[in-house]
């Protein structure tokens, strides 16, 4: 199993675009959330999937929105981009959701806006 | 609101020395803490969470809840530990995703 994919591996976006970033979890998994890490920080919780239904949602706008699919695989899209924005967007896979399942997490997409 | 705070950005050591990275939390509840490292070009991964209260690559991380602190130690530092350590928590059941602290870049010196 390659783990986690993430795809693109970088992405550059002007201002006011929309991006798609997509996420395959670890085969199995069927819980994926995403993650926001802006240069300097830690990741930022985005939002958990489980079983195609948003389970948890962290502190960002309406621009930002998810799904998850039958196969488990998830996608984030980012409306009306902004150049606060940039940052590596990570995606993470657990068996099942919960706090005492691992998250297995994906090398990330790198945004860029400009 | 939860948060996650470690004091260091940047921590050098000499290899064979000992290391201590700085996590302490705030949350009222009882949450589950961890850490992650993330190693030169490869994916963040977990190390230690503190309910398996085990040692991992000669790391091990103790809960002082009345401290509300999580310290990382290593008794001998050694080269291939340099890396990004992110402190991290999660709570009430797990729907909030994981809180992560900025990171401590540790650099082991030779």
């Known amino acids: 199993d390659a783990g986690v994919t993430q795809s693109p591996t970088h992405l550059i976006k002007t201002r006011g675009q929309h991006v798609t970033l997509r996420c395959s979890p670890i085969s199995g998994h069927k819980s994926v959330s995403w993650y926001q890490q802006v240069l300097g920080q830690g990741p930022q919780f985005i939002f958990q999937y489980y079983e195609k239904e948003e389970r948890g949602r962290g502190n960002f706008p309406d621009r930002f929105s998810a799904r998850q699919f039958p196969n488990y695989s998830s996608e984030l899209n980012v409306n009306a981009l902004l150049l606060g924005d940039s940052a590596l967007y990570l995606c993470?896979?657990?068996?099942?959701?919960?706090?005492?399942?691992?998250?297995?997490f994906g090398p990330g997409t790198r945004l860029t806006v400009t | 609101a939860q948060r996650v705070t470690q004091p260091e950005k940047l921590l050098s050591v000499f290899k064979g020395a000992p290391v201590e990275l700085k996590c302490n939390y705030s949350y009222s509840g009882s949450p589950e803490l961890f850490w992650y490292v993330q190693y030169s070009r490869q994916r963040l991964q977990l190390l230690l969470r503190h309910i398996s209260r085990e040692s991992i690559k000669g790391f091990t991380a103790d809960l002082n809840k009345g401290e509300t602190s999580f310290h990382l130690k290593k008794p001998f530092a050694q080269e291939e530990d340099s890396a990004m350590y992110y402190c991290?928590?999660?709570?009430?059941?797990?729907?909030?995703?994981?809180?992560f602290g900025k990171g401590t870049h540790l650099i082991i010196q030779p």
């Open positions: 993470a896979s657990s068996s099942t959701p919960g706090q005492h399942y691992e998250q297995y």
């Open positions: 991290a928590l999660i709570s009430g059941g797990g729907a909030d995703g994981l809180t």
